[in-house]
């Protein structure tokens, strides 16, 4: 079964990536500070953040000045997902996923690193749709 995702491109103290996933009710979330890559050679870090509800997934706005995570937020990509038992492949520190996004399309993997508690990476397979020369592009203009 289909669920949602989302990925919020959020220029906070530095720009990043968030990584929302909807599983067991909630959007798990992790923040990607390099943006998840079509590239199966680049393996980019997804630290681990709190839960957000999924009235989250359509959120776009600026989060105030002296709030946690202070600055815009735009959706960056979002769509569907499969994965299978999600929930039971998270709590083993490997989640294999399948994005149907407009940016981001195919299978994906997020796994937990070792001895770490919030700290994965997140690496896109070799499919039909893996890029070797791709770019990630903000949605925002970058501030200098």
Not at 12 to 25: S, V
Not at 51 to 72: C, N, P, Q, V
Request: hydrophobic letters at 40%; a positive charge; proline letters at 2%.
């Amino acid at each position: 079964m289909r669920k949602r995702f989302v990925i919020h491109e959020h220029h906070a103290t530095r720009l990043h990536f968030d990584l929302r996933l909807e599983i067991g009710g909630v959007l798990k979330s992790w923040a990607v500070p390099k943006g998840v890559s079509m590239n199966p050679q680049e393996k980019r870090l997804a630290v681990a953040v709190p839960d957000h509800s999924l009235g989250y997934i359509r959120f776009e706005g600026t989060l105030a000045e002296g709030t946690y995570g202070a600055g815009e937020v735009r959706i960056w990509d979002n769509g569907g997902f499969e994965a299978e038992n999600a929930e039971e492949q998270l709590q083993k520190g490997k989640l294999v996923f399948t994005i149907y996004g407009g940016k981001l399309k195919g299978e994906f993997t997020l796994v937990k690193m070792w001895n770490q508690e919030k700290n994965w990476l997140v690496i896109k397979s070799k499919d039909e749709f893996s890029d070797n020369i791709w770019k990630l592009e903000t949605v925002l203009e970058l501030k200098k």
